[in-house]
């Protein structure tokens, strides 16, 4: 299913060879050529990071946080240990493109990781994968030892005085721990649950100590950020959204994949590679950035290029680049009945607004779904949401929060149809 066009991450992989994740055929595309340059020449700290803000590169998990300013967050000062942590818990329902970078090309983001590394004196990095994919994180792993036996990781890297371990910590598949202080609660052998900020993870983080948590698209991504340059990266995109991006494209399209293309790229090119809408049926609706992000009508969505500024004028999120294309048959009130459900089981249940509304958005949704709708419903939805969002400690809530939102807006016809006859206007299911 993976497809890859025009990226930096997989520049030259060709996934159709078995070995081509193997530390050989890294080195063949140029691997470690970064870290070899940055580590002889031992290039201060502050131009490593300098560089990774030029790049525009910002952060691939969600949020999209420039990533060099993250990094300068990192006290330097600090006298005991640091770390720098890689978030592969890729939990977001339709997003599959971390996966691929373990099991391809997992040797870029470990060389990513020893460069965050160097840049801001940790002595060690965990990457926390997601319990479903244990096949990846043992390739991961063996990817690891690689690194490892070739001198590029442990004591003295590549014989200087810079040394810097490297950890895979398997997660058991809760969502919240894609949640970064969730994350770093479970990595302590705690219950994944987030924590109250402030204090940040750069101040206090796993091991009470200064920590760096990035998502593993953003850590891939600085090998070729250091190799060819920072400006380089930035000019494959669009100004404030550097470089390439990896969108998982899912749903009603004939060719769904990763693809990896520049920033900026028009929607319409997004879906014209992935083969068109399937069955010749019309695009109804898409979901830009993974199942927390605002859906958004055809007619506004193929106005979009595919960057953080463009889906967020058109009031949805880029998140983490999971694409779900929906075709005209799609029930919407179905569409979000799974959706609602899916938060409701994943809340972590430590706020009460989020552990009682996320069941509460749920239970309604559903019932309209069912044909038991109540003329009240919609305003009730309204009223549950304004009590949940951004009354937590973590965005779970905001997360259930803004598919109801997007979706009674924007389709809300169905939904008052749905209430008056007592059955859904699009008479098929989501699927």
């Known amino acids: 299913m993976a497809v890859f066009v025009n990226g930096v991450i997989f520049e030259g992989v060709d996934t159709s060879q078995p070995d081509c994740w193997r530390l050989e055929a890294y080195l063949a595309r140029g691997g470690y050529q970064a870290l070899r340059r940055i580590v002889e020449s031992k290039m201060p700290q502050e131009e490593v990071i300098a560089e990774v803000k030029n790049s525009g590169l910002r952060g691939r998990g969600g949020a999209g946080f420039p990533t060099g300013l993250k990094w300068s967050f990192m006290p330097r000062s600090f006298p005991g240990d640091k770390y720098v942590v890689c978030n592969t818990d890729e939990g977001e329902p339709g997003t599959f493109k971390d996966r691929d970078i373990l099991r ?10 020893i460069i965050a590394g160097y840049a801001m004196g940790t002595v060690a990095g965990y990457n926390y994968i997601h319990g479903e994919i244990f096949a990846e994180y043992e390739r991961f792993e063996q990817a690891l030892d690689e690194a490892k036996q070739a001198g590029l990781l442990g004591k003295n890297i590549l014989g200087s005085d810079f040394s810097f ?22 990595l302590e052998g705690k219950k994944g649950q987030p924590r109250f900020k402030p204090p940040f ?67 319409a090119d997004l879906l014209e590679m992935a083969g068109g809408m399937r ?58 009945e799974r959706l609602a459900y899916f938060y409701h089981e994943e809340s972590c249940g430590q706020c009460t607004p989020c552990r009682e509304g996320t069941g509460w958005l749920y239970r309604i949704v559903h ?34 929060v803004f598919p109801v939102r997007s979706f009674t807006k924007h389709f809300r016809h169905e939904f008052e149809y749905a209430i008056e006859h007592k059955k859904t206007l699009v008479d098929h299911k989501w699927c």
């Open 104 to 113: 391809f090309n997992p040797h870029s983001l470990i060389e990513g990781m």
């Open 165 to 186: 371990d490297l950890f895979a910590h398997h997660g058991y598949g809760a969502y919240i721990c894609g949640e970064e202080t969730a994350l770093l609660e479970s």
């Open 201 to 267: 993870p750069a101040s206090f983080g796993l091991y009470g100590k200064p920590t760096t948590i990035n998502n593993t698209e953003s850590f891939a991504s600085v090998p070729f950020i250091m190799r060819d340059g920072g400006t380089t990266f930035l000019e494959k995109g669009k100004p404030n959204n550097g470089g390439t991006k990896l969108f998982s494209v899912s749903g009603h399209v004939n060719r769904p994949g990763n693809y990896e293309v520049p920033l900026g790229l028009p929607f």
């Open 279 to 336: 069955d010749g049926k019309k695009l109804k609706a898409v979901i830009p950035g993974g199942s927390s992000a605002p859906i958004l009508p055809a007619d506004i969505m193929l106005q979009c290029t595919m960057d953080y500024d463009s889906i967020a004028k058109a009031g949805s999120m880029l998140g983490s680049g999971a694409v779900i294309v929906m075709n005209e048959d799609v029930c919407m009130i179905k569409a979000l």
């Open 367 to 400: 019932r309209i779904a069912n044909g038991q709708g109540r003329p009240d419903d919609l305003e009730l939805l309204d009223s549950v949401g304004n009590n949940m969002a951004g009354r937590t400690i973590c965005a779970l809530a905001d997360a259930a």
